[in-house]
Nanobody, 119 residues
């Protein structure tokens, strides 16, 4: 019904930047919230940043370094990551709250993209 395709991960040195993208396609009536999560080895998945009509919110650990944005026309969410640190290393997942049939919505996850920051 709904597919999410992520891109933009990779290997970068500490202090560098990466930009992640997540494009949603398929049976989409509208999109509510969009967000990025990450999961490091041995750790639980955590919220990195989210964006909705109410605004944006960020994890304390990325505030001031990461910026989330969205292109509603393209059903795409972005995560600009600057001043990357080794502790940002993780698999990053996008999550999108999609209204397929009004008013019911459901959460859909991307396949994950690896971000590795070397020291």
């Amino acid at each position: 019904q709904v597919q999410l395709v992520e891109s933009g991960g990779g290997l970068v040195q500490a202090g560098g930047s990466l930009r992640l993208s997540c494009a949603a396609s398929g049976r989409i009536f509208s999109i509510n919230a969009m967000g990025w999560y990450r999961q490091a080895p041995g750790k639980q998945r955590e919220l990195v940043a989210a964006i909705s009509s109410g605004g944006t919110n960020y994890a304390d650990s990325v505030e001031g370094r990461f910026t989330i944005s969205r292109d509603n026309a393209e059903n795409t969410v972005y995560l600009q990551m600057n001043s990357l640190k080794p502790e940002d290393t993780a698999v990053y997942y996008c999550k999108v709250e999609v209204v397929v049939t009004w008013p019911r919505s459901g959460d859909y996850w991307g396949q994950g993209t690896q971000v590795t920051v070397s020291s």
